[in-house]
């Protein structure tokens, strides 16, 4: 699963697909997840066509991890035809993630479908979910401060805001710097495989 999940988050499509395949050589039959993180690899790299082919040819039914990932692909590659197209599906999906329900309305609001949007945020109410605010923690000399964003209430507010508008030029890139340490200088090589 992990490696499927790399492969997405890095957009090694070809070799996504190799490690999914393979699993058949070691009889593991493939789960939601891994059909999940096989629809993500796809839609994260503009193969919408190919991921809504994998959900049709799963032996179960899909569940709103795979939807959401369709979906975010297509919000990314701007392919609405299809979340029309699969509009029913993804209704009549029921889950208490509120994530897939705020994607879904989000999508539907920025394409001024407000139908859509209104039976979702709907479908939200009815079965008592609610979008969560998401927060950050910091902790400064053993004290935890938690925000969120647009939060204007804390007292050092206005102090805050004058140190981000200051942070890009705090933020200058140093030289012979490097995310990973790797002295050698190569890239990370996948093992090979042969489509």
């Known amino acids: 699963m992990n490696i499927l999940s790399a492969c997405s988050h890095s957009g090694h499509v070809d070799a996504g697909k190799f490690y ?29 066509d190919g991921a809504y082919g994998v959900i049709n040819s799963m032996p179960f039914p899909a569940d709103a991890s795979i939807w959401g990932a369709l979906v975010n692909g297509c919000r990314i590659h701007h392919r609405m035809d299809i979340i029309q197209f699969i509009q029913r599906d993804l ?4 889950t208490d993630d509120t994530g897939y329900y705020t994607l879904l309305s ?4 920025e394409e001024g479908k407000w139908v859509e949007f209104g039976t979702v945020r709907s479908k939200m109410e009815r079965t008592g979910l609610k979008k969560v605010p998401g927060y950050s923690t910091i902790e400064l000399g053993n004290k935890i401060y938690r925000f ?10 206005n102090e805050v805001c004058s140190f981000l508008e200051n942070f890009p030029s705090l933020a200058r890139p140093q030289q012979g710097c490097s995310v990973f340490a ?4 190569e890239s990370f090589i996948f093992p090979e495989y042969h489509e």
């Open 20 to 48: 999914f395949r393979l699993m058949e050589n070691y009889s593991i039959e493939p789960n939601l997840e891994h059909f999940a993180c096989l629809v993500d690899l796809l839609s994260r790299a503009g193969d919408v």
């Open 91 to 94: 209704l009549d999906v029921t």
């Open 106 to 109: 989000n999508i539907y609001a």
């Open 148 to 157: 969120g964003a647009g939060d204007t209430y804390h007292w050092r507010f």
């Open 182 to 185: 790797n002295p050698s200088n």
